[in-house]
């Protein structure tokens, strides 16, 4: 007969097994976490703003605003690579602060965000800011070395990849993590969360190629990414690395303080 302890065992084993399971079916579910109906019109958010669209390599046409300079236009461009929730009216205090300084901004939606079609994955979202990029440089001619790439959490990943293809004058990565299986495994540390991932978003590999100017923005009470990761991306990229005190990761601090702006503004 079976004893009630080795029942007992096996039953914590099934639903072990179970969650796992759930786990790695729809981790992307849990990773990405998109607002999913299309957005408002550029205008109503941003004044001179414009709704632009343009097409991925996949065939996938994605939503944007682009944001022109006001005031003193300093010829600089950036493009906004957000992170894994919400959409692109939840940038638009970034985008207003970063247009009064005098820069023009481009905020788009990756696939599954924003109304836009498709589904998140790391080599989808990779072909959506490259597309983003593509706009900017073939369709409204902004030249390569008045460019600066800005990736919030996720998508620091995204723009660190792509300054190692297309160089900007300079990255600014804010909140980064060294790749996402550190950050799962903190959240799961009871899970064998680096064999299960299939997205990695390895930031700390790549940063170590990329030849721009480089500016880490985190915030030193981060309670989602731990500053301890953003700092060893920025060691990797031997890049200026700016704390803000008792930033938490989705603090308005991090999203159009004076600290972050000023660092995109003076790379």
């Not at 999913?36 to 109503?44: F, G, K, L, Q």
């Not at 390895?202 to 500016?215: G, K, L, Q, S, Y």
């Not at 953003?230 to 008792?246: C, F, K, L, Q």
Request: proline letters at 8%.
């Amino acid at each position: 007969m079976w004893r009630p302890w080795l029942i007992g065992l096996g039953c914590l084993v099934a639903v072990a097994l179970l969650l796992v399971s759930l786990l790695y079916a729809f981790q992307r579910r849990i990773i990405y976490l998109p607002a999913t109906d299309p957005v408002p019109a550029a205008a109503s958010f941003l004044l001179g703003a414009r709704d632009v669209t343009f097409d991925t390599a996949d065939g996938i046409r994605l939503g944007g605003w682009f944001v022109p300079a006001r005031g003193t236009d300093t010829g600089f461009t950036v493009l906004v690579a957000a992170g894994n929730a919400g959409d692109r009216s939840m940038r638009a205090p970034l985008a207003h602060a970063l247009s009064g300084r005098g820069l023009s901004v481009l905020l788009f939606d990756y696939r599954g965000f924003g109304g836009n079609p498709g589904s998140p994955s790391e080599e989808g979202l990779t072909q959506d800011i490259r597309a983003a990029h593509r706009f900017l440089t073939a369709e409204l001619g902004v030249p390569q070395d008045r460019l600066r790439y800005y990736g919030e959490s996720l998508g620091c990943s995204l723009v660190t990849k792509l300054a190692t293809e297309r160089p900007p004058a300079a990255l600014v990565l804010r909140s980064p993590f060294t790749d996402l299986p550190s950050v799962g495994q903190l959240q799961y540390p009871f899970l064998p969360v680096r064999s299960l991932l299939w997205d990695r978003f390895p930031v700390a590999e790549d940063v170590r190629r990329v030849t721009a100017p480089i500016t880490v923005v985190y915030g030193d009470a981060d309670s989602i990414v731990p500053p301890e990761q953003s700092v060893e991306v920025a060691a990797a990229g031997r890049a200026r690395a700016v704390p803000v005190h008792g930033a938490d990761h989705n603090d308005r601090s991090l999203l159009d303080g004076d600290q972050l702006v000023d660092a995109v503004v003076n790379p």
